[in-house]
C-alpha cells in the first residue's frame, strides 16, 4: 500500500516562502507521476503542478507558474514543491498524489494515492 505524507504547511506572510515535502512509503516514488492539489472549502479542488516519472516533464498551472517550483528527490523518496512569493488566494490545503498523468501542458485531476494534506495559510 503506497502511503503519501505531506508537511511544510503553515502560516506565513505575504511575500514569503513555504517548502511542502510528500514523503512516500510502500513503493518508489520514481515509479509515479507526483502532482500537487489544493482546495479551499465549498471551491474545486486545483491541479496547480506535477512532474512525470522520468522527471522529465513539468507541468505549472498560470496560478503558480514561475512561483512554485516541484521537485522530487528519488533517493530520498520524498518530492517538494518549493512556493515563492505567497499570496494570501494561496491560502488552502495543499494535497500530493500520484497522478494518472503529467504532460507539458496538463496534468491528470485523478490520482491512485492521495495524502492527508496540509494546511498552508498566507496573511499578515
Known amino acids: 500500500q503506497v502511503q503519501l505524507v505531506e508537511s511544510g504547511g503553515g502560516l506565513v506572510q505575504p511575500g514569503g516562502s513555504l517548502r511542502l515535502s510528500c514523503d512516500v512509503s510502500?513503493?518508489?516514488?520514481?515509479?509515479?507521476?507526483i502532482g500537487w492539489f489544493r482546495q479551499v472549502p465549498g471551491q474545486e479542488r486545483e491541479g496547480i503542478s506535477c512532474i512525470s516519472s522520468s522527471r522529465r516533464v513539468t507541468f505549472y498551472a498560470d496560478s503558480g507558474k514561475g512561483r512554485f517550483t516541484i521537485s522530487v528527490d528519488n533517493a530520498a523518496n520524498t518530492a517538494f514543491l518549493q512556493m515563492d512569493g505567497l499570496q494570501p488566494e494561496d491560502t488552502a490545503v495543499y494535497y500530493c498524489a500520484t497522478v494518472h498523468f503529467c504532460l507539458p501542458m496538463k496534468m491528470a485531476p485523478s490520482a491512485d494515492y492521495w495524502g492527508q494534506g496540509t494546511q498552508v495559510t498566507v496573511s499578515s
Open positions: 510502500g513503493d518508489r516514488v520514481d515509479f509515479y507521476h
